[in-house]
Nanobody, 120 residues
Framework: QVQLVESGGGLVQTGGSLRLSCAAS????????MGWYRQAPGKQRDMVAT???????NYGDSVSGRFTISRDSAKNTVYLQMNSLKPEDAAVFYC??????????????WGQGTQVTVSS
């Protein structure tokens, strides 16, 4: 099993910044990619940013240029630096990891979510 623990959410004013962290632990052999998704009330869960084991990043159109994803492979941790936050960025942010676990099984894992609120 793999556990993802997120931290760093909270309340911020429009134009402010937040940094999310997500640490993966458990029966991990290899992390293929990690990423962040978000879901606002009544909306679908959308991709915010992802990063592969090789460091290739991908961003959703609405956050490109404002958010930066990075990782510390030694700590199995991914970060999301969010700048110039807007009210429409408010959502529950979920960490995702695509992992090869012991027994060479591939799995898709999710964190419990962390709330980001942006006041206008």
């Amino acid at each position: 099993q793999v556990q993802l623990v997120e931290s760093g959410g909270g309340l911020v004013q429009t134009g402010g910044s937040l940094r999310l962290s997500c640490a993966a632990s458990g029966s991990i052999v290899f992390i293929m990619s990690m990423g962040w998704y978000r879901q606002a009330p009544g909306k679908q869960r959308d991709m915010v940013a992802t990063i592969t084991a090789g460091g290739i990043t991908n961003y959703g159109d609405s956050v490109s240029g404002r958010f930066t994803i990075s990782r510390d492979s030694a700590k199995n941790t991914v970060y999301l630096q969010m700048n110039s936050l807007k009210p429409e960025d408010a959502a529950v942010f979920y960490c995702n990891a695509k992992v090869v676990t012991t027994g060479l099984r591939q799995g898709d894992y999710w964190g419990q979510g962390t709330q980001v609120t942006v006041s206008s």
